[in-house]
C-alpha cells in the first residue's frame, strides 16, 4: 500500500522558517518524483516545488523560487521542504504528491498545475503564518 505522511506543519510569524517532511512506502522511491503541493482556504491547489528521486533534479513554482528549497533522503524515502522566508500569503495546507518519473520538464509542468497528473497524495499538514 502506497502511504504518503506529512509532518512538520505549523503557526510561524512572517520571516520565519518551517520544514515540511513527506515519508513515502508502498513503492519504489527511484521510479517516482515527489511533488508539494498547497491550498489555502477558498482558493485552487497550486503546484510548489517536485523533485526526481533518482537524481534530484528539482523544480519550484515561480512564488517561492528563492525561498523555498526542495531535498530528499532516499535512503530514508524522505522528502523535505524547507521554507524561508515565509509569508502570510503562504499560508495554506500543504499536501506531499507522488508521480511516475518523467523527464526533467515533468517537473516544471507539476508544479503549474493543480496536481490533477499525480498518482499519490498524502493527507496534508497544515502551515499557517502571521504577519
Known amino acids: 500500500e502506497v502511504q504518503l505522511v506529512e509532518s512538520g506543519g505549523g503557526l510561524v510569524q512572517a520571516g520565519g522558517s518551517l520544514r515540511l517532511s513527506c515519508a513515502a512506502s508502498?513503492?519504489?522511491?527511484?521510479?517516482?518524483?515527489i511533488a508539494w503541493f498547497r491550498q489555502a482556504p477558498g482558493k485552487d491547489r497550486e503546484g510548489v516545488a517536485a523533485?526526481?528521486?533518482?537524481?534530484?533534479?528539482?523544480a519550484y513554482a515561480s512564488a517561492v523560487q528563492g525561498r523555498f528549497t526542495v531535498s530528499s533522503d532516499n535512503a530514508k524515502n524522505m522528502v523535505y521542504l524547507q521554507m524561508d522566508s515565509l509569508k502570510p500569503e503562504d499560508t495554506a495546507h500543504y499536501y506531499c504528491?507522488?508521480?511516475?518519473?518523467?523527464?526533467?520538464?515533468?517537473?516544471?509542468?507539476?508544479?503549474?498545475?493543480?496536481?490533477?497528473?499525480?498518482?499519490?497524495w498524502g493527507k496534508g499538514t497544515l502551515v499557517t503564518v502571521s504577519s
Open positions: 508502498g513503492f519504489i522511491f527511484e521510479d517516482y518524483s
Open positions: 504528491s507522488a508521480g511516475r518519473a518523467g523527464p526533467p520538464v515533468i517537473l516544471r509542468l507539476w508544479v503549474k498545475s493543480d496536481g490533477g497528473a499525480m498518482d499519490y
Open positions: 523533485i526526481r528521486m533518482r537524481d534530484g533534479t528539482t
